[in-house]
Antibody, heavy 116, light 112 residues
Framework: EVQLAESGGGLVQPGGSLRLSCAAS????????MNWVRQAPGKGLELVGH????????QCVDSVKGRFTISRDNAKNSLYLQMNSLRAEDTAVYYC?????????WGQGALVTVSS | DVVMTQSPLSLPVTLGQPASISCRSS???????????LNWFHQRPGQSPRRLIY???NRDSGVPDRFSGSGSGTDFTLKISRVEAEDVGVYYC?????????FGQGTKVEIK
């Protein structure tokens, strides 16, 4: 069974940093591109970015470019989202999702709250 | 960025009756490999999104056959042939053809 489990969420002050992790199991992690998608409270879904198979290439959307970085460790079956210079508008549940153009499996999400 | 426009945004339905959600894109979603990367997701309150349909009309494993997807180019539709109580929630279309991938605003389905 495919499983994705995010961790690392929490409360952080504006301007602070946080690193989310996504532990993958039940499939060959290195065979899949991976996405991060977020959902602000009561709002819709927004792509954050994706990363290729070996981690040599990652892209983030303009709203987080230069502040967020996606990485992965295939040996540990893990995906990461490093978030720096956090803003109030980054408050959201962050999901990792398998596969890029057609994300088929999603984690349960990690809540990140940016507030003083 | 490609804008995905769903309608309606709210859809009250009667149990056992059909329902239909429209999703229109601001550009054609046909990719250079010939595929059209249009997906549909269902999200129940407090849960993660679940993919129902990928590449316009392919139903995911375990998805009831009362769900169907259709369309081409810029115009797509998700249909539920007979709505059941478990179908409530928000439905999103998403395009994976043009970077960055974008989602529709969501359509909230509720029982009348």
């Amino acid at each position: 069974e495919v499983q994705l489990a995010e961790s690392g969420g929490g409360l952080v002050q504006p301007g602070g940093s946080l690193r989310l992790s996504c532990a993958a199991s039940g499939f060959i992690f290195s065979n899949y591109w991976m996405n991060w998608v977020r959902q602000a409270p009561g709002k819709g879904l927004e792509l954050v970015g994706h990363i290729n198979l070996d981690g040599s290439g990652q892209q983030c959307v303009d709203s987080v470019k230069g502040r967020f970085t996606i990485s992965r460790d295939n040996a540990k079956n893990s995906l990461y989202l490093q978030m720096n210079s956090l803003r109030a508008e980054d408050t959201a549940v962050y999901y990792c999702a398998r596969a890029t153009r057609t994300p088929d499996n999603w984690g349960q999400g990690a809540l990140v709250t940016v507030s003083s | 960025d490609v804008v995905m426009t769903q309608s309606p945004l709210s859809l009250p339905v009667t149990l056992g009756q059909p329902a239909s959600i429209s999703c229109r894109s601001s550009q054609s979603l046909v990719y250079s490999d010939g595929n059209t990367y249009l997906n549909w997701f269902h999200q129940r309150p407090g849960q993660s999104p679940r993919r129902l349909i990928y590449k316009v009309s392919n139903r995911d494993s375990g998805v009831p056959d009362r769900f169907s997807g259709s369309g081409s180019g810029t115009d797509f539709t998700l249909k539920i042939s007979r709505v059941e109580a478990e179908d409530v929630g928000v439905y999103y279309c998403m395009q994976g053809t043009h970077w960055p991938w974008t989602f529709g605003q969501g359509t909230k389905v509720e029982i009348k």
